[in-house]
């Protein structure tokens, strides 16, 4: 973690066993975000007596780029009053790793459509100077014969290996630049994907 460990127990001792227990889940945390900023934990004790669950509460807060801030709170009366503070402290962390391991699965995807930068032409309306190509994930991308560098429009063919950007548009993702790869040497199909109408606009 850039910033160390935060623990602090509050209107308690310290307690040499929670605090193990805590560095422990904070390293297993770290192993699945291995870009954590910071970790703070707080263990306290109500000065009141809960009678309708566990008196301990437990708070957690997990800060990771991109402005992601993860908070867990275990206040008194969420867990069963019999509930040791060993036990809360595990419910909470286990908590957390659910929230940090979306978090993480949303940046991978994130991190993957990003990357998705080649496709093959896979439909072509000459007449009209549009068509459609297949990214490496299997999406359908609408580009125009305008977006198509050098004007080699009339250079592709269906197969056309081709690296793209792109942006959404009202009806769909649109690439904006289009620089053929390859060509495969494959004549144009006659059969358009599910949708081979132009977006608004074009």
Request: net charge negative; aromatic share 6%; hydrophobic share 35%.
């Amino acid at each position: 973690m850039q910033v160390p460990l935060q623990l602090q127990f509050r209107g308690m001792d310290h307690d040499p066993h929670i605090e193990e227990r805590v560095r422990r889940r904070a390293d297993r945390l770290e192993r699945l975000c291995d870009d954590l900023i910071s970790c703070r934990v707080l263990v306290a004790e109500p000065h009141s007596s809960a009678t309708s669950g566990s008196p301990w509460r437990v708070r957690i807060e997990a800060r990771v780029p991109a402005g992601h801030e993860l908070v867990v709170h275990k206040k008194p009366g969420d867990h069963d009053l019999s509930d040791s503070l060993e036990t809360v402290v595990t419910n909470a962390f286990d908590a957390m790793e659910r929230q940090l391991k979306a978090v993480v699965e949303r940046r991978r995807h994130e991190v993957k459509q990003h990357d998705e930068s080649w496709g093959l032409v896979s439909y072509l309306n000459e007449d009209e100077g549009f068509g459609f190509f297949k990214t490496e994930l299997g999406r359908d991308v609408y580009f125009h014969r305008n977006a198509v560098a050098g004007d080699d429009f009339d250079r592709l063919e269906i197969g056309t290996r081709m690296r793209f950007e792109e942006t959404m548009g009202r009806d769909g993702p649109q690439a904006t630049t289009v620089q053929i790869i390859d060509k495969p040497g494959t004549r144009a199909s006659d059969e358009p994907p599910d949708s081979a109408e132009p977006p608004a606009g074009w």
